[in-house]
Nanobody, 126 residues
Framework: QVQLVESGGGLVQAGGSLRLSCVAS????????MGWFRQAPGKERDFVAAITWSGGSTYYADSVKGRFTISRDNAKNTVYMQMNSLKPEDTAVYYCAAGRPPRPSMSRFRSGYDYWGQGTQVTVST
C-alpha cells in the first residue's frame, strides 16, 4: 500500500512558476513509476508527466513539454514537478500517482497507476 500526499499548489500569474511535491509513504516508493495528472472542471483527468522508478526515463504531454520538468528523489520518497511559464489553461487540480505500468506507453494512461493522491489546486490567472 502506498499513500501519496501532494503539496505546492496555489495561485500564480501567467508566466510564473510553481513546484509541486508528492510525498509517498512506505518503503517501496523506489520500485514504482510515478505520474502527474491534472483535471480541470468538467474535463477528464489528463496525463501531464511521468518518470520511471529509477528516474532514467521521463515522459510529457505535448502541452507541457519544455515548460514542466518531473523529477524524483527516492531517498526522500518524493516526486516533484517544476512548472514554468504557466498559462491559464494549466489551471486544474493536479494529482500524483504511483504504479507499475507494464510498458512505457501505459505511463500516459490512468489505468497504469494503482495509487493516487488527493490532489492540489493550481490556478493560473491572466
Amino acid at each position: 500500500q502506498v499513500q501519496l500526499v501532494e503539496s505546492g499548489g496555489g495561485l500564480v500569474q501567467a508566466g510564473g512558476s510553481l513546484r509541486l511535491s508528492c510525498v509517498a509513504s512506505g518503503r517501496t516508493f523506489s520500485s514504482y513509476d510515478m505520474g502527474w495528472f491534472r483535471q480541470a472542471p468538467g474535463k477528464e483527468r489528463d496525463f501531464v508527466a511521468a518518470i520511471t522508478w529509477s528516474g532514467g526515463s521521463t515522459y510529457y504531454a505535448d502541452s507541457v513539454k519544455g515548460r514542466f520538468t518531473i523529477s524524483r528523489d527516492n531517498a526522500k520518497n518524493t516526486v516533484y514537478m517544476q512548472m514554468n511559464s504557466l498559462k491559464p489553461e494549466d489551471t486544474a487540480v493536479y494529482y500524483c500517482a504511483a504504479g507499475r505500468p507494464p510498458r512505457p506507453s501505459m505511463s500516459r494512461f490512468r489505468s497504469g497507476y494503482d495509487y493516487w493522491g488527493q490532489g492540489t489546486q493550481v490556478t493560473v490567472s491572466t
